[in-house]
């Protein structure tokens, strides 16, 4: 995100984000809390997406799960609104990395994190074998969605579209028709973020139309636990 067209305080504050993420977390939330007290102010939702997103993350990082459930819902909200697909992505798959913990997604995850896309889809289909191996679990579906989820951003970070459409086949024929309304947004946006990169313009408007009909059951979802 660029913020140029902003005062020199939202500058700063967004400048000050940047440049402590991942280095100095008490700086990183300072300067969030800021940027979101400000966006609040103006109900400016690029703000908001950008501030309540390195929030979450800045709170995964420290294991603080007490409030970033309601934090990254936030997030999705205003980057939803603000059109920033590839953070919107990611906020969406903090969900995902909160409730997982199983096989070696925990280690997949710190490589996404990271940007080693390689390394972390290594890990996402090892993650993927041994989720797969117990179909009779609970959570199966949505653990299989979130992986699937997660690999596509990969293949779209690295601009690399191969086989992403069958992905998605696979996860509308065997998952979707299981999934609750978190599943579904989670990835109509990863879709989204896919046909926007890929430059399929009509599709990645049906996916924003899809997402509208959607956030606000998974809001009311998430903040009911």
């Known amino acids: 995100m660029e913020f140029?067209?902003?005062?020199?305080?939202?500058?700063?504050?967004?400048?000050?984000?940047?440049?402590?993420?991942?280095?100095?977390?008490?700086?990183?939330?300072?300067?969030c809390n800021e940027l979101i007290e400000y966006g609040e102010k103006t109900a400016d939702s690029k703000l908001?997406?950008?501030?309540?997103?390195?929030?979450?993350?800045?709170?995964?990082?420290?294991?603080?799960?007490?409030?970033?459930?309601?934090?990254?819902?936030?997030?999705?909200?205003?980057?939803?609104?603000?059109?920033?697909?590839?953070?919107?992505?990611?906020?969406?798959?903090?969900l995902g990395i909160i409730t997982s913990s199983r096989g070696n997604q925990p280690v997949a995850y710190d490589y996404y994190l990271d940007g080693r896309y390689e390394e972390a889809m290594e890990y996402f289909q090892k993650a993927m074998e041994y989720i797969a191996s117990a179909p009779e679990e609970p959570s199966y579906h949505t653990r299989m969605i979130s992986l699937y989820e997660n690999m596509i951003n990969c293949k779209v970070l690295?601009?690399?579209?191969?086989?992403?459409?069958?992905?998605?086949?696979?996860?509308?024929?065997e998952h979707l028709p299981f999934?609750?309304?978190?599943?579904?947004?989670?990835?109509?946006?990863?879709?989204?973020?896919?046909?926007?990169?890929?430059?399929?313009?009509?599709?990645?408007?049906?996916?924003i139309r899809h997402i509208d009909s959607v956030i606000t059951v998974s809001y009311t979802h998430l903040r009911a636990h």
């Open 4 to 31: 140029n067209e902003y005062n020199e305080s939202v500058t700063n504050w967004s400048k000050g984000i940047l440049d402590n993420y991942r280095k100095d977390a008490e700086m990183t939330i300072r300067y």
């Open 48 to 94: 908001l997406g950008f501030g309540y997103y390195h929030l979450a993350m800045t709170l995964y990082c420290l294991n603080d799960y007490d409030n970033i459930f309601d934090i990254v819902v936030r997030a999705i909200e205003h980057l939803e609104k603000a059109q920033s697909w590839s953070m919107l992505a990611r906020a969406c798959n903090i």
């Open 158 to 173: 690295e601009n690399n579209f191969t086989g992403i459409d069958e992905m998605l086949e696979i996860v509308d024929r």
């Open 179 to 207: 999934a609750d309304a978190i599943d579904r947004l989670g990835m109509l946006i990863s879709k989204t973020f896919y046909m926007h990169k890929s430059g399929q313009i009509e599709k990645r408007d049906e996916c």
